[in-house]
């Protein structure tokens, strides 16, 4: 599937664009015109819709309906992030309004700049190679299809669009952060015991159903904890589904998206997110179907592959990514489950979420499975 589209704005997420096209106006944001406003579909946490105002084009984000985890979806925590990140890091998107007041939209939100490129996921073969909202000439060449068949045909490219990927989640790690002005953003001391005591939190708190493999992995986590292998900016959600590449080639990233949990932390919890997402045939075709990284990816490049990219472009010790793994499949299962408690609890009507409890399940046998081997 490519991704760089927008869609009517789904029932029960729409914002009042009178008012929201009058606060633009007090604020003189934009060179004026009628205000549009198409929703990107993709997102399974914070919402974001496109923003049309006469020739000029922004991206709104805003926490989804039904929000019970405020600190998860801190609209000026982002904001202030990426104003500082993007004056360094360039795949981050600057970051241009802030609003506090939430009687515009109904909660907080703000602007940032809009770049354009592929967002590339699920089942690649199936999917358009085009995209009516992806400017001509906006980041090189508009030949997608080209890119696109030569990804499901090459196993170089692959392994090439990869380890791009990965190298950049490196260097993202390697970023001078203090200097930055990001010192303050988390505590990398006692990180990786924070992690796993809070996400066990959300989960237990987000609990709908019964998971008895999920569970046991949680009791494995807790008690064999490591210590912080380092201390770097994280993203907390880095995988296909967030990261932007290039129309005509996909071994260059335009933009990385959703910087919601960004925190300073440690590394290999990170990379453990990462790999936590990379599901291949071993998950079954069901897990298969998850769309957030191109399955023709993941049936032909392996976790490992990507650990030995990742030790080689930062030269960290990997000796222990079991542990990351099995926490990043705990964390996402975490990640699903509040989101299909919004879902269950009539917060949100998008039948995306509808089988999100089976995916958590997956993730729980996927778990098991990989303290079982005593490998990833």
Request: net charge negative.
């Amino acid at each position: 599937m490519i991704d760089n589209e927008t869609r009517a704005v789904r029932a029960g997420e729409e914002i009042d664009g009178e008012k929201l096209s009058a606060f633009l106006r007090r604020e003189e944001f934009g060179h004026g015109g009628d205000l549009s406003i198409e929703q990107f579909p993709a997102g399974s946490s914070n919402l974001t819709y496109l923003l049309k105002i006469g020739d000029d084009e922004f991206v709104l984000r805003r926490p989804p309906f039904g929000n019970t985890v405020r600190s998860a979806h801190d609209m000026r925590r982002e904001f202030e992030v990426l104003s500082r990140l993007s004056a360094v890091y360039r795949q981050a998107p600057k970051p241009l309004l802030y609003c506090e007041n939430e009687s515009v939209i109904g909660s907080q939100f703000y602007l940032m700049e809009r770049r354009c490129g592929l967002i590339i996921r699920g089942d690649t073969a199936a999917q358009r190679v085009s995209s009516p909202t992806v400017r001509e000439g906006a980041v090189g060449p508009s030949s997608p299809s080209v890119a696109l068949d030569r990804l499901r045909t090459d196993q170089d490219y692959r392994l090439q669009v990869c380890r791009t990927f990965i190298t950049n989640l490196a260097d993202l790690h390697a970023l001078d952060y203090k200097a930055a002005g990001l010192q303050d953003l988390g505590r990398p001391e006692g990180y990786c015991k924070r992690q796993v005591e809070g996400w066990t939190t959300r989960y237990q708190n987000a609990k709908t159903h019964e998971h008895p493999e999920l569970e046991s992995a949680i009791r494995w986590l807790d008690q064999n904890i490591p210590p912080e292998s380092a201390a770097a900016l994280v993203h907390n959600d880095y995988k296909f589904d967030n990261v932007m590449l290039d129309r005509g080639d996909l071994t260059q990233i335009v933009a990385v998206l959703d910087w919601e949990m960004v925190t300073v932390g440690d590394p290999l919890m990170d990379l453990g997110t990462t790999l936590g997402y990379w599901v291949g045939p071993e998950g079954g075709e069901a897990m298969l179907e998850m769309p957030f990284n191109p399955r023709v990816l993941r049936e032909t490049v392996t976790r490992r592959d990507l650990v030995e990219m990742y030790a080689g472009a930062s030269g960290r010790d990997v000796s222990n990514i079991l542990y990351y793994y099995v926490f990043g499949l705990f964390k996402i299962a975490g990640i699903a489950q509040q989101i299909y408690a919004r879902y269950a609890k009539g917060f949100t009507k998008d039948e995306r979420f509808a089988r999100f409890d089976q995916f958590v399940s997956g993730l729980g046998r996927l778990a098991a499975a990989a303290i079982e081997k005593g490998r990833i």
